[in-house]
């Protein structure tokens, strides 16, 4: 059973930091690309981020990049979202997802979801 559990959210005041970690289980973690959503309250899902099966190609959505950085340890089966200079408007629940293909930034191009972590940035 494919599992991808999120952590590392929580409230953070504009300007701060957070580090938001997915660990996956009953998956073969060096076959699957990985990526990070977000959806804020009444707003549909939005790409934030992703990265290939050994790491070596990522990519943002533009309101994210050089802020935002994605990395995976692929010996702890982890993949992280490093969140930098924060703003109110990345306010949302954070989830983490999975697929063999790498460069989807629909939902519908992922195929394991973890259940989200919240992230509050208050101003």
């Known amino acids: 059973q494919v599992q991808l559990v999120e952590s590392g959210g929580g409230l953070v005041q504009a300007g701060g930091s957070l580090r938001l970690s997915c660990a996956a289980s009953?998956?073969?973690?060096?076959?699957?690309?990985m990526g990070w959503f977000r959806q804020a309250p009444g707003k549909e899902p939005e790409f934030v981020a992703a990265?290939?099966?050994?790491?070596?190609?990522?990519n943002y959505t533009d309101s994210v990049a050089g802020r935002f950085t994605i990395s995976r340890d692929n010996a702890k089966n982890t993949v992280y979202l490093q969140m930098n200079s924060l703003k109110p408007e990345d306010t949302a629940v954070y989830y983490c997802?999975?697929?063999?293909?790498?460069?989807?930034?629909?939902?519908?191009?992922?195929?394991?979801w973890g259940q989200g972590t919240q992230v509050t940035v208050s101003s």
């Open positions: 997802a999975a697929d063999r293909r790498y460069g989807g930034q629909r939902r519908v191009e992922y195929e394991y």
């Open positions: 009953g998956l073969t973690f060096t076959s699957y690309a």
């Open positions: 990265i290939s099966w050994g790491g070596g190609s990522t």
